[in-house]
């Protein structure tokens, strides 16, 4: 019989254990994977709130969803980091289940902010005379702030669930973070009824916000193709284009991750999965934005003008200084 009585008070994380060479190259790859992460989208917010040119609903669901990844990154990049430097890294029961609301949270609002930026393009391709009236900035915030409670009431019920298990030893959670699906196999009951609740939850969001996406896109492609003038429809593909990289990216990587039964793969494979999801899918998002954007390109070279004559004159002023 499990002893009962018995109760978890932390969590052990495992990480990556390799050999201590490569722990040392794997540090510097993910720290530099979440420096541009923190730095690329990081400039995204600042130079669509600053330039007037990114004032419209396409830019506003962009910033949004830059933060997003900014926070989904840093929920679990630091103790990952800190586990190539010391090894498995312990963290306390609240501290696991905090962790875990937290990831599942922001990537439910990524995916539904997702969504709510395919049927901004939707809206701007197939409807371009009603856009401006259609996605007002009151409609747009309410997009955006139903994305987040729609996110958080989804997360909230599983993991109610997943903190009233009985956890009884061992509590060592093979992963670099407190996964729900690792973490929902260390509890000492049966835990049929809370797999089931998350798998069908994680297929109503992920494929639910999908199938939206799809939708919206489909209606893209009917109106482009309609287009009479190939400049048109490149024009009309290249706005869209970097968006469905990123939900290729996503989509791909959290359904092969999450709409599935526990333990179908191999815990290492969920691993490395999840690894490209929190530390390299936020890092190239910021790539994949500006590198097909005529205007935020422009931007950033205004910006990059603009430091350049300030740095020019703030050398002269020295020089003048220096002769006086």
Not at 1 to 17: C, D, K, R, W, Y
Not at 69 to 88: D, H, M, N, R
Not at 193 to 198: D, M, Q, R
Not at 278 to 304: G, M
Request: glycine share 6%; hydrophobic share 50%; charged share 10%.
């Amino acid at each position: 019989m499990i002893n009962a009585t018995a109760s978890v008070q932390e969590f052990i994380l495992l990480g990556f254990p390799t050999a201590p060479p490569l722990h040392l190259v794997l540090f510097c790859l993910v720290l530099t994977n979440y420096l541009l992460t923190l730095s690329g989208n990081g400039v995204i917010i600042g130079i669509t709130l600053s330039d007037h040119r990114l004032r419209s609903p396409m830019y506003f669901f962009l910033r949004n969803f830059s933060f997003v990844e900014i926070w989904f990154t840093s929920v679990t990049v630091p103790k990952l980091l800190a586990s190539f430097l010391q090894g498995p890294q312990t963290i306390s029961f609240a501290g696991c289940m905090i962790q875990c609301y937290f990831y599942f949270l922001l990537g439910a609002a990524e995916f539904l902010l997702l969504g709510v930026m395919s049927f901004d393009r939707y809206q701007a391709i197939c409807n371009p005379l009603r856009y401006p009236a259609l996605m007002t900035g009151r409609f747009c915030l309410q997009l955006v702030c139903g994305s987040w409670a729609a996110a958080f009431a989804t997360i909230l019920g599983p993991l109610i669930l997943v903190t009233g298990l009985p956890y009884c030893g061992p509590n060592i959670i093979n992963h670099f973070f407190c996964d729900r699906t690792p973490l929902v196999g260390l509890s000492c009951s049966g835990t049929h009824e809370v797999e089931a609740v998350n798998l069908v939850l994680a297929a109503v969001l992920i494929l639910g916000s999908l199938v939206l996406t799809g939708i919206s896109y489909g209606y893209i492609v009917l109106a482009v193709l309609r287009i009479p003038s190939l400049h048109g429809r490149r024009k009309a593909f290249s706005t869209c284009a970097s968006h469905m990289v990123v939900v290729t990216i996503v989509y791909g990587s959290h359904i092969f991750m999450h709409v599935r039964t526990s333990h179908t793969y191999p815990e290492q494979v969920d691993k490395v999965v999840a690894l490209m999801t929190s530390v390299v899918a936020p890092s190239l998002n910021p790539f994949i934005y500006t590198l097909r954007n005529e205007k935020v390109k422009a931007a950033l070279w205004d910006v990059a003008r603009r430091t350049r004559i300030l740095a020019t004159m703030g050398k002269a002023v020295e020089e003048m200084e220096e002769r006086a």
